[in-house]
């Protein structure tokens, strides 16, 4: 895939973009195949993947949760819904379940403020999110929560 560009440093990004749209994330593998292609430090590429937030070094989740922390979901206690789905899945932002069922994110701002809280899993849209509406959209999913708690 790499090798339809140029073996030259500024197609790093657009390379590492495109590892992450094919597999979901950038392996070891794909990092040092390019450390060696574009003949630079793989430390150079691990830093422009671990700071471009579109970029994971882990495999993502089959179902992406996105959680808004934007100004109006916060005040909406967009928190109560992370802690939330952090005591469900036992998974904090940025992580991804056991089972690969679920990774959750945090944005700033999905858009629509006047539902907020919001949160939106894969192509969805969830508005006026409360836990116990949360604890049934994941169950939607087949997300094996802990119903003890
Ligand atoms: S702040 Fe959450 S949708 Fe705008």
């Known amino acids: 895939m790499m090798h339809k560009y140029p073996k030259e440093q500024r197609y790093t990004l657009a390379i590492l ?67 939330e789905i952090e005591k469900l899945l036992h998974i904090k932002p940025g992580e991804t379940t056991m089972d690969g069922l679920f990774s959750i994110e945090t944005v700033n701002c999905l858009g629509s403020c006047a ?3 919001v949160m939106v899993i894969n192509e969805t849209y969830y508005g006026k999110v409360t836990p116990i509406l949360l604890r049934e959209i994941l169950k939607g999913y087949g997300g094996t929560i802990d119903e003890d708690r």
Not at 19 to 26: A, E, L, M, T, V
Not at 47 to 65: D, E
Request: with cysteine.
């Open 17 to 83: 973009q495109d590892i992450q749209r094919k597999y979901g994330y950038i392996s070891k593998e794909s990092m040092e195949k390019l450390s060696v292609y574009l003949d630079i430090p793989i430390s150079r590429i691990y830093s422009m993947a671990t700071f471009y937030k579109a970029l994971s070094l882990q495999p993502k989740g089959q179902n992406i949760i996105k959680v808004c922390d934007g100004t109006a979901c916060h005040i909406r206690s967009s928190i109560a819904i992370i802690e």
């Open 115 to 117: 539902i907020a809280p």
